[in-house]
T-cell receptor
Framework: DVKVTQSSRYLVKRTGEKVFLECVQD?????MFWYRQDPGLGLRLIYFSYDVKMKEKGDIPEGYSVSREKKERFSLILESASTNQTSMYLCASSLPGTGIYEQYFGPGTRLTVT | GQSLEQPSEVTAVEGAIVQINCTYQTSGFYGLSWYQQHDGGAPTFLSY????GLEETGRFSSFLSRSDSYGYLLLQELQMKDSASYFCAVRAVNNAGNMLTFGGGTRLMVKP
């Protein structure tokens, strides 16, 4: 069974803080993704990575950066948190190629920025 | 870019059949996926279609018409546990096929 874990279920941070969200997968997947989910907007891709140290921007990368130093771990960084980054953050992983259709998601981190 | 449209809410009765539609606009197209998400839970993969036609997996089926830029998810013999949000997602040429773009989701409410 694929397992994707995220470091926190709930997080409260102050405006201007640097925030780290961690994601770990245990199935040796090449692809990893970070999404944010807001009501009515579905899942929007922030960044993805198809290999260690490789990253590609998604649809909404502004205000975020990522790090992938090991295959199993993909981190999302909010350099200076703002209130409009209050959201549910979901990490996912998948195999490459057509494996991208079948992504495995973590439980999510609900981030509140005050 | 891509855009996907699906109804925001659908209500159906236990035991019935419901169809959730998804129309998409993209400059290139590889395939369409469907995901289910229960409240408070993570999205889970249901199916994908790369070719026209119907794919059946138990009570769930997914259909694709590439010429109409349209697909649907069909849920049969509805059960209360099917109450959830359902998302369609496209894999498109214009993002190098390396990502899925998700629709806004359809909230399905199954009533007794």
């Amino acid at each position: 069974d694929v397992k994707v874990t995220q470091s926190s279920r709930y997080l409260v941070k102050r405006t201007g803080e640097k925030v780290f969200l961690e994601c770990v997968q245990d199935m040796d997947h090449e692809n990893m993704f970070w999404y944010r989910q807001d009501p009515g907007l579905g899942l929007r891709l922030i960044y993805f990575s198809y290999d260690v140290k490789m990253k590609e921007k998604g649809d909404i990368p502004e205000g975020y950066s990522v790090s992938r130093e090991k295959k199993e771990r993909f981190s999302l960084i909010l350099e200076s948190a703002s209130t409009n980054q209050t959201s549910m953050y979901l990490c996912a992983s998948s195999l490459p190629g057509t494996g991208i259709y079948e992504q495995y998601f973590g439980p999510g981190t609900r981030l509140t920025v005050t | 870019g891509q855009s996907l449209e699906q109804p925001s809410e659908v209500t159906a009765v236990e035991g019935a059949i419901v169809q959730i539609n998804c129309t998409y606009q993209t400059s290139g197209f590889y395939g369409l996926s469907w995901y289910q998400q229960h409240d408070g839970g993570a999205p889970t993969f249901l199916s994908y279609n790369a070719l026209d036609g119907l794919e059946e997996t138990g009570r769930f089926s997914s259909f694709l018409s590439r010429s109409d830029s349209y697909g649907y998810l069909l849920l049969q013999e509805l059960q209360m546990k099917d109450s959830a949000s359902y998302f369609c997602a496209v894999r498109a040429v214009n993002n190098a096929g390396n990502m899925l773009t998700f629709g806004g989701g359809t909230r399905l409410m199954v009533k007794p």
